[in-house]
């Protein structure tokens, strides 16, 4: 994609494992699991409906508040370590769930004030990306065109979802995508999540002028677009997410491997196999392409929050030293077609 490296400068997330980084981050690398049951929706086999929700939301709180209740600790958190006296022209490329039962017709400007009311004056342009679980990779790739062309000295790339509302959940339960246990249930289907992530990227002039240490860096973004999609009963072969891999991976050196993988992986089939053909065609790249981190596993399918909480944990799983090396891979796929990588080097905390 368009534009050059970008330095990773602060990090957020609040999700149903963590109300910050370093806690959702301890409780993936533990294992830690944020399922539990609804308190009154029921499934068709007459079970409370399995979610991964944030603990300490009411579960009356719906629609934008909601969402911002969970991005906006998200986006402070990553804005923590700006110096105030550091002159900045700061975008906000923001990633947010596509239309679908239960979400607000006017989500994005609802939340675009809750934004401003909390923040006042910290972004002078914003953009809206709604691919879904790609979403994150479409504000990245933004990010880096809008820095290349000097439109801003920095972006906070932020993205929240939730799958919580009622309506939200019925459908995922029409469509045959709900997990649950049992012989009436879909075991191939996925815990419905909620979480937001943000991650503050800007130039390495930038980070200079505020003596900011940067944590890692954005090195490229990579977007396809898949023919087959989940859902209407074609065959999948991952053309699409071998499209996004490959426009990421061609700026690695000569010789460089990913060291990590995070991915979307969330239960279904569909997502499986696909991985499976884009990683058969790039493995060469990859120092162990089956050797991959799906959070879903801990806090549930987090949709359009995913790529930005993804970047997060690339960046800490080498920090802390607990990853296999500093690049990492992070991907994510869309029902409505669009696939997204990115390559993150991340610094160690001396380098840092």
């Known amino acids: 994609m368009a534009g050059g490296a970008l330095q990773i400068l602060g990090l957020g997330a609040c999700t149903p494992v963590g109300r910050n980084v370093p806690a959702s981050a301890a409780a993936v690398r533990a294992g830690v699991c944020g399922f539990g049951s609804h308190p009154y929706m029921i499934d068709t086999a007459g079970e409370p409906m399995r979610i991964a929700r944030a603990p300490w939301l009411d579960i009356e709180l719906t629609g934008a508040e909601r969402l911002a209740e969970l991005l906006l600790p998200a986006m402070e958190e990553a804005l923590a370590q700006w110096p105030d006296e550091v002159p900045r022209r ?60 000097a439109d801003f000295d920095a972006c906070l790339v932020a993205g929240v979802d939730s799958y919580i509302a009622d309506e939200t959940l019925d459908w995922v339960e029409a469509c045959d995508q709900l997990h649950g246990g049992g012989p009436l249930n879909n075991a191939w289907g996925f815990v419905p999540g909620e979480a937001a992530g943000a991650v503050l990227m800007g130039t390495a002039g930038l980070a200079q002028r505020g003596g900011i240490a ?57 997502r499986a196999d696909e991985y499976g053909f884009a990683a058969l065609r790039t493995g060469d790249q990859f120092r162990s392409a089956t050797d ?32 296999q090396g500093p690049l990492s891979l992070v991907w994510a796929s869309a029902e409505s077609g669009e696939r997204g990588a990115a390559v993150i080097r991340a610094l160690d905390a001396r380098e840092g």
């Open 214 to 270: 940067p944590l890692g860096e954005l090195v490229a973004v990579g977007i396809g677009q898949e023919s087959k999609r989940i859902k209407t009963g074609e065959v999948c072969i991952g053309e699409g997410l071998t499209q996004a891999f490959r426009a990421a991976l061609q700026t690695l050196a000569p010789g460089d491997q990913i060291h990590n993988v995070f991915c979307d992986l969330n239960g279904e089939r569909y």
């Open 90 to 149: 700061v975008g906000l490329p923001l990633a947010r769930p596509p239309p679908r039962p239960g979400r607000p017709q006017q989500l994005a400007d609802e939340l675009l004030a809750y934004v401003a009311d909390a923040l006042p004056g910290r972004f002078v342009h914003a953009a809206r990306f709604e691919a879904g679980h790609a979403a994150g990779h479409l504000a990245m790739a933004a990010a880096q065109a809008g820095c290349a062309r």
């Open 292 to 323: 991959f981190v799906a959070p879903a596993d801990c806090w549930g399918d987090v949709g359009a929050s995913s790529a930005p909480l993804f970047a997060a944990l690339a960046v800490l799983c080498h920090r802390k030293h607990y990853g």
